[in-house]
């Protein structure tokens, strides 16, 4: 990418997500570096499917977003919706491509950087153009899908039952559709911008390759494309395994994690917060140890443990550690899905991001008989 261009569009896009605060300050500083990583690339197209999915991200982001945030809710207590994303968020989405684009600018600088797109590929450029096809469809079917007016099923369960909108697993039709016009987006527009080779001229020392036909490029888009949108699917089935969603049980809304992180369920019973409180303050009355200590016995002491922290009593005004709750007994929050809680928000976006990208060079190397050895550097 040319530098008169690229350095421009990037103090844009900085300032843009620094005045619309959709980038926190690491946040703006990961996007800054991966710019750069798009831009040392020969060719436009890394860098112009990066600004591309940045803007159509930060766009369907906005879209409802008052509605949206009455769907779901903030671990802090805030309403929901996506906040500033953090830099964590930032490589998990590009983080793949970037090493991508800089492998390939590497090999385009051996080769020749007027080099073209031959018939068949590279497998890198497969791999870049995969992994943003999947994160935007991702990001599509999660901004978009979320306004369906029909409850999401979850793609884990055996009896696809319904689930609060937010949940991780949950899919809709709309969602799914949503997530197939992300992915149509970033094709699209890799199809506009790769150079392609003329149709069936061959490429100069390379007997085996020639330029790519019109019937060629269609199947490529709409391969592409429907590759791109099981990005999301893959996506929902991780984050239905390995990605635990927690519901808010007074309000029935699912609880977001800050910047992607996971959300805390305090313990009910002997294994809760305000029990452990109560018997560190304990040992240390019996003790005589710490500042607080104070030698006595028998009922004494849990006449000074009310004094101190409340008693028993959930709604003593004393109780400083006592945790909010529905009904009688029942906790604030339970978990809805994603059991295993493996991964975070952010690793589950990798980790789909990666294999979508690795399984699309793979597909390719087997279609194309091309090895998959060739991706590095010579």
């Known amino acids: 990418m040319k530098a008169i261009i690229a350095v421009p569009v990037t103090l844009a896009m900085v300032y843009r997500a620094w005045s619309h605060q959709s980038l926190t300050p ?33 766009r369907v982001t906005k879209v409802k977003h008052d509605v949206k945030a009455k769907l779901t809710m903030q671990s802090s207590g805030n309403s929901g919706g996506e906040g500033a994303r953090t830099h964590i968020q930032v490589f998990a989405n590009s983080g793949v491509a970037s090493i991508l684009c800089l492998l390939h600018a590497y090999q385009l600088r051996q080769q020749g950087p007027d080099t073209c797109y031959s018939w068949p590929g590279d497998l890198l450029i497969v791999g870049i153009v995969a992994n943003y096809a999947a994160v935007a469809a991702d990001t599509f079917s999660s901004e978009l899908g979320i306004l369906s007016k029909s409850n999401p099923r979850l793609i884990t369960s055996i009896t696809f039952r319904k689930v609060p909108p937010g949940t991780n697993g949950g899919v809709t039709a709309y969602g799914l559709a949503a997530g197939l016009l992300g992915s149509l987006i970033i094709v699209t527009t890799s199809m506009a911008l790769t150079p392609f080779c003329p149709p069936k001229s061959p490429v100069p020392g390379q007997r085996k390759m020639h330029g790519w036909t019109l019937t060629e490029r269609n199947r490529f888009t709409f391969a592409m494309a429907l590759w791109g949108a099981l990005g999301s699917v893959l996506d929902s089935l991780l984050g239905g395994w390995l990605q635990q969603s927690v519901v808010d049980t007074r309000t029935g809304r699912i609880v977001e994690g800050e910047g992607g992180k996971r959300v805390l369920i305090s313990k009910k019973g002997p294994n809760s917060m305000h029990y452990k409180k109560r018997a560190e303050i304990k040992a240390s009355l019996l003790n005589g140890e710490g500042k607080n200590a104070i030698p006595m016995q028998g009922p004494a002491v849990e006449d000074e443990l009310d004094h101190k922290m409340g008693d028993m009593d959930k709604y003593d005004a004393r109780k400083k550690f006592r945790k909010p709750s529905f009904g009688d007994e029942k906790p604030s929050r339970i978990v809805e899905s994603g059991m295993l809680s493996l991964l975070d928000n952010n690793e589950v976006n990798f980790v789909m991001a990666l294999t979508m990208s690795l399984g699309a060079m793979g597909m390719a190397s087997w279609f194309w008989d091309v090895p998959f050895s060739s991706i590095l550097p010579v």
């Open 26 to 58: 690491a946040g703006i500083v990961a996007a800054t570096l991966t710019a750069v990583a798009h831009a040392v690339h020969p060719w436009s197209l890394p860098f112009a499917l990066l600004i591309v999915f940045f803007l159509a991200g930060t």
